[in-house]
Nanobody
């Protein structure tokens, strides 16, 4: 059975940094694009970033470009989201997801994790 488990969320002050991780189990991760969505209270879930199977291609939402960096270690079945210069507007539950097709990664994920809370507040 496929599982995606997120970790690394927490409370951080504006301007601070966090690194989220997503560990995949139960499927061959290097045939899946892996990405992140987030959902703030009262808002729809939105795509944040995605990385291709090989790690050679990445995509970001405009709101996080230049601040967030996605990377992957297929040997460890892990994808990371480094978040710098965090803003209160980044407060949300962050979900890891996996998709068989990179071009659909920020549109129609196949698998979801349970989410990890990120709160940016002073």
């Amino acid at each position: 059975q496929q599982h995606l488990v997120e970790a690394g969320g927490g409370l951080v002050q504006p301007g601070g940094s966090l690194r989220l991780s997503c560990v995949a189990s139960g499927f061959i991760t290097d045939v899946y694009a892996i990405g992140w969505f987030r959902q703030a209270p009262g808002k729809e879930r939105e795509a944040v970033s995605c990385i291709s199977m090989s790690g050679g291609s990445t995509d970001y939402a405009d709101s996080v470009k230049g601040r967030f960096t996605i990377s992957r270690d297929n040997a460890q079945n892990t994808v990371y989201l480094q978040m710098n210069n965090l803003e209160p507007e980044d407060t949300a539950v962050y979900y890891c997801e996996a998709t068989r097709t990179f071009r659909l990664c920020m549109l129609y994920p196949d698998y979801w994790g349970q989410g990890t809370q990120v709160t940016v507040s002073s």
